[in-house]
């Protein structure tokens, strides 16, 4: 008898210890709180949400995160892909990821609760610029399409909600109203498939900097981009400034020989405002300070430096009231805000 007392004493502890290992282990997925005095260095292990599988944000947030993991000695951030770049808000503001790249218009919404965003995200701190990301619609080669005026009636492919808002304006400006023609949801990968397949007729695609999807969609079957008529930009533009278009070089792609031009979006990254301000100053200049790392991951990386954000500043792109206090302190050593 007494030894099924001490048995059972020693399952309820174990059982005990189980429970609070399997908590422990939950809220070490979750952004946690500020750290404690003397904790700077605590370990920090927490998701970073990129982007959208095969497009930019993906590729070029996985070697972010390499970079801090490798060279931080405290940070572990697991680079995440979301089926949508739409979902980054929610996921950083809830504190499912701690960081997450995002478009400033799209966030800018989010916080303000407009547009596709039912409610505002009160948790969301912008931490850096990253760089102007150039989007293109494109067609096969082959297709009888050739200026934004004459998709009606055509299949369109977006990778998210927040890129059709900006697609559709543009549009808009040249004449093609929303319900002219048939969205279709697609990451950038199933994009590149369905119109190799002719299950789309256009897609929605990064182009600048160069995206390896694109270049080898153009390589392999040939592809041109849309033409957007000069009134039709100039319009767009004084409207939507946010969203101003901007320049694919001519020979960025195999057989593109002449500029082409689309709508910008302004890439910046986003934490959580609980993130520790410790994490948040180590993040952002590991990223800053090893901007030729990140550079050979992607050419859109040497675009990643304090001028840029400074840039984004002055054309208001980025409120520096809203940085994070952990990307401030970086900023106001470096003489970007004052």
Aim: with cysteine; aromatic share 10%.
């Amino acid at each position: 008898m007494k030894f099924q007392r001490i048995y059972k004493l020693l399952l309820i502890i174990g059982l005990i210890m189980v429970f609070l290992v399997g908590c422990s282990e939950q809220s070490d997925n979750k952004v946690t709180g500020e750290s404690k005095e003397g904790e700077s260095n605590k370990p920090f292990a927490a998701a970073f949400s990129t982007g959208s599988a095969g497009g930019l944000y993906n590729i070029i947030g996985g070697g972010m995160t390499k970079v801090i993991n490798e060279k931080s000695g405290y940070i572990n951030l697991n680079a995440t892909t979301p089926s949508s770049v739409s979902q980054v808000p929610q996921m950083v503001n809830d504190g499912q990821a701690a960081f997450g790249i995002g478009m400033a218009d799209m966030m800018k919404r989010a916080m303000e609760g407009e547009g596709e965003f039912e409610t505002a995200f009160d948790n969301l701190q912008p931490v850096l610029a990253m760089y102007d990301n150039v989007m293109s619609t494109i067609v096969l080669k082959d297709s009888p399409i050739n200026n934004v005026k004459e998709i009606k009636g055509k299949k369109v492919g977006v990778p998210s909600a927040s890129t059709q808002s900006a697609v559709i304006k543009i549009f808009e400006e040249a004449g093609i109203k929303e319900n002219d023609v048939e969205w279709v949801f697609l990451s950038y990968n199933e994009q590149a498939e369905a119109i190799k397949d002719g299950n789309i007729d256009v897609g929605v695609f990064t182009a600048y900097p160069k995206s390896g999807l694109l270049e080898e969609l153009a390589s392999t079957k040939g592809i041109k981009f849309l033409q957007v008529d000069q009134d039709v930009r100039n319009s767009f533009d004084e409207k939507y400034p946010l969203w101003s278009t901007n320049k694919i070089p001519g020979g960025t792609y195999p057989g593109i020989d002449e500029d082409n031009f689309f709508y910008t979006v302004y890439t910046v990254l986003y934490t959580n405002k609980d993130v520790p301000e410790n994490v948040v100053y180590d993040v952002t200049k590991l990223i800053l300070e090893n901007n030729p790392e990140i550079s050979t991951i992607h050419p859109a990386g040497k675009d990643i430096t304090p001028e840029k954000t400074k840039e984004y500043i002055d054309r208001k792109i980025i409120d520096p009231n809203l940085f994070h206090p952990g990307a401030k302190k970086y900023f106001e050593e470096k003489g970007i805000i004052q």
